[in-house]
Structures are given as structure tokens and as C-alpha cells.
């Protein structure tokens, strides 16, 4: 399996979950430390908010198998500079496959990644061939339900300005192991709060007015997505998700939808090999496809 070469980032303390074999791109005003894994079809792994490209680590392997694998941390999240911006994501992912020449990939993207993923298969359709959308976040314009287990995000705020942050981070934590459904074992505890150690909450405590780079997609939108589309989520998904992925099975042209029984909003941490057969082959008969005469 072929790895990238270690680069350092000048200026960033980096936790012990993100050393490795990273590279740095500069994009758009902000440094984006990525990976790349594998050879074959680019595969882009986005994750969701509060934790980094440390997310994948367990997905790495069977994906890289059959695919170069491409994860990297968001603007404002994990070692990448910049605060958190879903109205610049799409932008930063564009730029950053640019630089690494991938003019086309497959897009997965994982809760509030999954937008970026959705934003980014609106906004530059040529780049996408296949687009998975996985546990997805709320979308612009998604009503809520009564009941829905949403996250305090006020509470957590007047946490982090009384306590600091890492009272702020357990907080999350805590909603986390409480919300995400199926089993969560103790070691994929210990994992989520070694990815929350990055977080600055500074979306939260101290959010910036948005760069407005792409408009974020939304429940009107859908119906111009053209990527053949996965929407896959757990059985005990957060109520939310399992509304938006409603939304995207029913808005999205052809979209197909898998439901992970027994997980929840980690499934690829809870049902590993699952997740990543039900994935591995929508995407193989998306290659196996584009093959025929």
C-alpha cells in the first residue's frame, strides 16, 4: 500500500492521533493537512464536525484495497488552520483535489460532512462519480421533529464560555455516547474523545461570519443532484439523520438507500466490515458501469 511522506506543519501542535503520513495543502487562506492511501478510482472520505480525518482511520484499509484513498481535516477542525466554514468546504475540497491533480473522485462524507459532500456534488457535478451520503447532519431547510434528538447547542455554549473548553468537549462527548445509538464499546469511547481533543469549538464560542465561497446545499436542491447516490445510515441513527436521509432517498434522482441494523451514527465504528461492503460495492457497480460499451 503506498503512503504519502510526512511534512510538518509550521506553527500547529498536532495530538498524537493525527502524526502520521500527512501532507499539507494551502487552499483558499488555510493549510488542509491530508492523506493519500491505495491506488485505483480517487475516493474522498469527509468528516463530520468536531472531529478530523482520524474518523477513517479504521476505514482506511479495505477501502485502499480498491481505491486511493483521500481524507483530510476541514478548515478549522483536527491541524488545519482557519475556522470552521460549511459555506467554504466545497471550496476547500475543489482546491485541494486540484492540487493533488483528481479531476474526478467518488465523495463520501459522514453527518455535517455529508452536507459538504452534497454542497460539493451540486457545485461542481463533474468532479463526482459516485456521491455516498452517510448519517447524514440536518439540511438547510430540513424542518425538525418534535423529539428529534438534536444537539443543545445554547447549552453547550454558555459551557464552554463558564468552563472552557474542554468542559465544552466532554459536554459533546457525553451527548455523543448518549445519542449516537447501537453499541458503543468502551473502546470506541475512548476513540471519540481522542478525536475531540482537537476540537476549538470555535464555530460555537466564537463563530466567524461565513466566507460564502459555495452556498451550502439544501432539501431545495436535491432534485439537481446528478451523481449516482448511496444514502447509508445505522438502524438507531439519530432521529434527525434518519429524517434527512428521508429527504435525500426521496429528493435525490435514483438515489439508493442502506440501513446498517443494529448500528447507529458510528456504524462504520460499530459494524465495520458492513459499512464498508455495502460501500465497496455501490461504488464497484458504479465502476463496473462507467467500463461497458
Known amino acids: 500500500m503506498r503512503r504519502t511522506a510526512a511534512l510538518v506543519v509550521v506553527g500547529l501542535v498536532v495530538p498524537s492521533i493525527l502524526l502520521g503520513q500527512a501532507q499539507v495543502a494551502e487552499v483558499n487562506g488555510v493549510s488542509l493537512p491530508y492523506e493519500l492511501d491505495g491506488e485505483g478510482t480517487p475516493l474522498v472520505l469527509i468528516h463530520g464536525w468536531a472531529v478530523h480525518r482520524g474518523f477513517w482511520d479504521d476505514d482506511v484499509e479495505p477501502f485502499a484495497r480498491r481505491h486511493q484513498v483521500i481524507r483530510y481535516d476541514r478548515r478549522g477542525f483536527g491541524a488545519a488552520t482557519g475556522k470552521p466554514d460549511l459555506t467554504a468546504d466545497p471550496a476547500d475540497l475543489k482546491a485541494l483535489l ?3 491533480g483528481v479531476s474526478r473522485a467518488h465523495v463520501v462524507g459522514h453527518s455535517q460532512g455529508a452536507i459538504v459532500a452534497l454542497s460539493f456534488a451540486l457545485r461542481y457535478p463533474d468532479m463526482v462519480d459516485g456521491l455516498v451520503l452517510f448519517g447524514p447532519g ?3 431547510g430540513q424542518q425538525p421533529s418534535p423529539g428529534d434528538d438534536l444537539p443543545d447547542f445554547e447549552e453547550w455554549v454558555a459551557i464552554g464560555q463558564a468552563d472552557g473548553i474542554q468542559a465544552l468537549r466532554a459536554a459533546i462527548g457525553r451527548w455523543a455516547m448518549e445519542s449516537f445509538g447501537g453499541p458503543i464499546e468502551e473502546r470506541l469511547g475512548a476513540k471519540a474523545e481522542a478525536l475531540l481533543s482537537t476540537y476549538s469549538g470555535a464555530d460555537l464560542l466564537d463563530p466567524p461570519p461565513p466566507s460564502n465561497l459555495v452556498a451550502p446545499a439544501g432539501v431545495a436542491d436535491l432534485a439537481a443532484v446528478t451523481a449516482p447516490t448511496l444514502v447509508i445510515h445505522g438502524e438507531h441513527d439519530l432521529s434527525f439523520a434518519r429524517a434527512a436521509a428521508d429527504l435525500l432517498t ?5 438515489a439508493r ?4 441494523a443494529g448500528a447507529g451514527h458510528a456504524a462504520n ?9 455495502a460501500v465497496l460495492e455501490f461504488l464497484a457497480s458504479l465502476d463496473r458501469a462507467r467500463r461497458l460499451p
Open 138 to 140: 440536518m439540511l438547510p
Open 269 to 277: 465504528w460499530q459494524q465495520p466490515d458492513r459499512f464498508a461492503g
Open 250 to 254: 426521496d429528493g435525490i434522482p435514483g
Open 98 to 100: 486540484d492540487r493533488i
Open 257 to 260: 438507500r442502506t440501513v446498517l
